[in-house]
């Protein structure tokens, strides 16, 4: 149960912060209100078992489909559907017991993963917590 000391004083605090909610412009009072914590995106944090290595913006593909590569588990491809039928690699999952970064750069001691890191075009640079940036491989011309 509240005192009447303690009534007093909330009331006078709510008309304190009313009168200056009055006095504030809509910019200031925009800014003022909470939005909420908004949940982490997937690989933002350094949880999770895998390293992904985006090569190609999401935004190209329809369709997803991801496809277990060597070991079960461990590296997976994921691939895009396009509007026009046709397949490519949007994505790698590596999985953490089979890579480490060093430098700011994604790199393996097995020959599979350095294999399919080695096909990458450009450096493997981090984007942010365990998204990594590549270029994928320039076509073979005939």
Do not use: C
């Amino acid at each position: 149960m509240a005192t009447l000391k303690q009534i007093q004083a909330a009331r006078q605090n709510i008309k304190k912060a009313q009168t200056a909610w009055k006095n504030m412009s809509h910019r200031q009072r925009k800014t003022r209100q909470t939005d909420g914590v908004s949940r982490k995106k997937p690989g933002m944090g350094n949880n999770g078992d895998y390293y992904r290595v985006i090569i190609r913006p999401k935004s190209e593909f329809d369709l997803f489909r991801t496809h277990d590569v060597g070991r079960e588990g461990h590296t997976q491809r994921i691939a895009g559907k396009r509007s026009s039928g046709s397949w490519a690699t949007h994505s790698w999952l590596i999985h953490k017991d089979d890579a480490f970064v060093e430098d700011g750069k994604l790199k393996s001691k097995e020959s599979k993963i350095r294999d399919i890191l080695g096909r990458l075009r450009g450096p493997i640079k981090k984007y942010k917590g365990n998204i990594f940036h590549a270029k994928p491989r320039k076509n073979k011309s005939k």
